[in-house]
């Protein structure tokens, strides 16, 4: 009796669980529709395990590559237990990203989510399009677009990366990614809140690397994790930063009219902007002080990869940099970069471009379905996440002829449709990076100081390029860099 009642229990279970799976591997389309191709993975963890595995390599990472060439530029797929669709279908990604605001929303990973997502206070929800966002993008824009950018901020880069850049002279080795992170960061944060770097007692740059770490870890907080101390490092700086914003409250310091200075006042005098509380601008400052150090410097370091592996490019950057300094008039030769000369540049730009195709910083762009889309005879459901795949778009033969190699001469006769259809590293439309053109002068500044004033060399490192699917540098590239004239 005992044998039979166990015999049927294990029957039910077996139909129950092969029931599950199907159903899991066949996910429910509506209205009839039709979902895209691919496999939804084992259930619960779906195809997670097959992101994880590191692809060494800078091309797209082999779970995408491997499915688009199974599937086509549109498929289906399950991570972390999100139904997904990933797509690197130009017409179908602009399609979605012209979407926003409407059927879809912004999106983010778990960790990321936890570490940048949103301000702990939840009625300050960025993801929608609204007022919210519309208040921290103009307060970027204000702080680092193009007008701030013109009005002295370039050689004020220029002066602050020539006397970091001096420092590093004094190491017999450095590893490069970490750092330019703690460059920009020390840059940025004073640019945004005055943060005075040679009087700080704070260890960024360990928590810089404990932060950008967590990114691609496994999403489980509990003491010793690394998404835990990741939190831990981003909350003492978000705390920093509060410990400023009470300082300016409490008038300790002269105003500077900066982003923090901007935040503060809308906060007391606009009615309207009710969500400006100090966890919210701190969460704001820390979110854009992240965007900047971990993007320019991923783009840098492999900017000084490239730079070792076709010394012709080095050459031809040199000479472009030396012009500008030998068109200056005498006495003048030392200025900084200025706005004019900056937007003179054009091999540069061609490098930036060319570094910026085939690093694809951010290789995905998320988003939420909040209701079904219809696109290309398929239905994505609502809540399913859509992967817009920039790295694919980047990396695409059909697009970019050989396009692995770094060839900045590309740019030279690139029709303007080919780029606005298929190069996104700034993404697109209302979301639209709005440090973008900040990027850009820094990182060429940045190669402006570099080649008219220092010489360096390699000392290891730069052969284990991965993605994790983010650019990953293995153990770091390791220089020595020297002034010219010494
Ligand atoms: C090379 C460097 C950078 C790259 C490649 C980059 C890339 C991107 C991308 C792809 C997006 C769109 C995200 C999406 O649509 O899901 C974005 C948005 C954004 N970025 Fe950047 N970024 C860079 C530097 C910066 C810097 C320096 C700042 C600091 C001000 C910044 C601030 C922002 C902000 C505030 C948004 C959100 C814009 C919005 O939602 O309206 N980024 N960035």
Known sequence: ????????????????????????????????????PGSMGFPIIGETLNLLVPSHSIDVHSFVKKRINKYGSIFKTNLANRPIVVSSDPEVNQFIL??????????????FSKLFGQSDDPRARINPVGSIHRYVRSL????????????????????NIHRRLRDWTLSPSLEIKKSISSMIFDIVANHMFGYDYDNSSNDISDKLTCIIK???????????????????????????????????????TSPRGDLLDQAIKDSKEKNDLMFLTDDFISHTVFGSLFASFESISTLLTLCFKILSDYPLVYDQLAIEHEEIVERREEGHKEDP??????????????????????????????????????????????????????????????????????????????????????????????????????????????????????????????????????????????????????
């Open 1 to 36: 009796m005992l044998a039979i009642s166990f015999g049927i229990v294990v029957a039910l279970a077996t139909i129950f669980t092969c029931h599950w799976i199907k159903k899991w591997r066949n996910p429910k389309c509506p209205n009839n529709g039709t979902l895209p």
């Open 98 to 111: 012209q979407q926003e605001g409407g059927s879809v929303e912004l999106y983010y990973m778990d960790n």
């Open 140 to 159: 970027n824009l204000s702080n680092f677009g193009i007008e701030v950018l013109k009005n002295g901020l370039v050689p004020q880069l220029h002066r």
């Open 214 to 252: 967590a990114i691609a870890s496994f999403p489980l907080n509990f003491p010793g994790t690394t998404l835990y101390k990741s939190l831990k490092a981003k909350n003492n700086l978000k705390d920093m930063i509060k410990d400023e914003i009470n300082r300016r409250c409490r008038n300790q």
């Open 337 to 486: 970069l200025s706005w004019d000369e900056y937007k003179s540049l054009t091999y540069t730009i061609w490098v930036i471009n060319e570094t910026l195709r085939l690093s694809s910083v951010s290789p995905g762009l998320l988003r939420r379905t909040t209701k079904d889309i219809q696109v290309k005879g398929y239905t994505i459901p609502a809540n399913w996440i859509v992967v817009i795949a920039v790295a694919s778009q980047h990396l695409n033969p059909d697009t970019f002829d050989d396009p692995l190699a770094f060839n900045p001469y590309r740019w030279k006769n690139i029709d303007g449709n080919v780029v606005s259809k298929n190069f996104m590293p700034f993404g697109r439309g209302i979301r639209q990076c709005a440090g973008a053109e900040f990027s850009k002068a820094f990182m060429a500044t940045f190669l402006h100081v570099l080649v008219t004033n220092f010489k360096w060399t390699k000392t290891k490192g730069g052969e284990n390029v991965k993605r994790t699917p983010l650019l990953n540098f293995g153990d770091g590239i390791h220089i020595k860099i020297s002034e010219k004239n010494i």
